[in-house]
C-alpha cells in the first residue's frame, strides 16, 4: 500500500504535501468527519494501536518464513531511506489515501449506496488504485488488487467502529512501516551474508 516510487523520479518533500492537501481538500469537500479530536480520535487511538499491533506481529511473524525472506530480500524499495519511513509513508501515502480512500470515497459511497456497498466501493477502488504500481514493480496484479482491497475493506470497517480516520491510518501505517523495515532489515542482511 506504498505509493508510486519516489526514488524513481528524484524524492521530492513537496510531493506527499501535495498528495496530503488534495486527499484533506477532497474529504472535507464531500463532507468527511474525520474524529481526530476528542472522544472519537481516542476511539480511533485504540482500535488503531490494536490493529497496529496485530499487523506488527503478523509482519514479524511473516519474516520467519523463507519464501517471505527471498520475496523481501529480492524486492527493491521505492523510496530513500530514512525519509521515504518518516515522510513519504505517514504523509504522501497513509494520510493522502486514508483522507480520500476512507474520507471523501467513503463518505459519498456510504450516502450513495449505503454502509455495507459503500464499504466494497470504497475497498474495491482502493485495490484498484495499486494495480500500476504492481504493474511496474512486475508483481502480480490480481493478487495485489485483493490483498489491499481486503486491506480497503478492513481500514473502512476501522473507521467506522471508531468513529475516526485516526484507525485506519494507524492500522495503514502499521502495514506500510512493518513492511518496509522488515524489507529493509532482510535486504541488509541478506547483503552481509553475501558481500
Partial sequence: MTSSPAGSRGWSPDRPLVRAGVGTALALAAGTRPGLRGAPARAG???????????????????????????????????????????????????????????????????????????????????????????????????????????????GLLAERSGSLLAPMLAHLAVNEAGALATLAVRRRAAAVTG
Fill in 45 to 155: 487511538a485504540r482500535w488503531g494501536a490494536a490493529a497496529a499491533g496485530a499487523v506488527a506481529l503478523g509482519v514479524a511473524a511473516g519474516t520467519l518464513l523463507p519464501a517471505v525472506r527471498r520475496g523481501m530480500a529480492e524486492r527493491t524499495p521505492p523510496g530513500d531511506g530514512w525519509a521515504w519511513l518518516a515522510w513519504q509513508i505517514p504523509v504522501g501515502t497513509v494520510w493522502a489515501e486514508e483522507m480520500f480512500y476512507r474520507g471523501a470515497i467513503a463518505t459519498l459511497a456510504r450516502r450513495a449506496l449505503g454502509a455495507e456497498r459503500g464499504r466494497l466501493l470504497q475497498a474495491a477502488l482502493f485495490g484498484l488504485a495499486h494495480a500500476p504500481g504492481a504493474r511496474r514493480a512486475g508483481e502480480s496484479v490480481p493478487g495485489t488488487v485483493a490483498v489491499t482491497g481486503v486491506a480497503g475493506w478492513v481500514f
